[in-house]
Structure formats: structure tokens, C-alpha cells
């Protein structure tokens, strides 16, 4: 296989050559006009629920708070992923939007989304609050 490369590329200098300066060009043009970022944001953009329920355990919390919540979020335009995570008397949802998706934009769907799920949480139940919008790097 080699030796068939090695002859075909002997036989064929001249193209070879153009080719090796056309990449060696289009590498020389991408390096000069690709931006670079000291520190790239990595993270795709995500807005937190967080939602206290004093007295409540991990599994009430669960069914009767985190469920409803993902289930209303999940069906947001532009969501991409929603995770939680339960803990007694505590729950939190992070819902992740599409790349590119502008945060103001996703905090303002999350806002209208929470909204609809507080007729369904049970009585004592804190209102849910959005988190501050933060990032990796932040």
C-alpha cells in the first residue's frame, strides 16, 4: 500500500506539490483569521430551579415537587436536556437549551414554564426560584 503511495506520488511530483501548497496556504489563512478566546465558554446555556420544601424527603420531594417541575420544563422550545436532583427538603432542575440559545432568552421561557407548575406543588412548599445565570468559568 505504501509503495503504491510513494510511487504514485514520485509519478506525480508536480501535483503533489500544488496540493501541499494549497493546504499549506488555506492552514496559513485559518491561522490568521480563526479567533482565539483565552477562556471559551464550554457549557451550553443553563438555567437552575431551585425550589425548597421544608419537612419533605428525598422521595416526596421527588414525586411531589421535582417531577411536576421537569415535566412542564421539558417541554420548553429550545430545551435540550433537563436533569434534578432531590434531597430532603430541598430540589433542583437544571434545564440545558440548544448552543446558541441566548440566556435572557432561556431564563424568560423558564420563568413563564415555573409559573405554570406552582398550582400543582403542595401546600408549605416555597415558590421556585430561577438561580443566578453563572458558567464554568465564572
Known sequence: ???KLIRWSVSNRYLVIALSLVFGIFGLYLCFHTPVDVFPDLTAPTVVVLTEAPGYSPSEVENLVTFPLETTLNGAPGIRRVRSASMPG???VWSEFDWGEEMNVARQIMAERVQLTIP????GIMPPILAPPTSLMG
Open 1 to 3: 500500500m505504501m509503495d
Open 90 to 92: 430541598f430540589s433542583i
Open 120 to 123: 400543582e406543588l403542595p401546600e
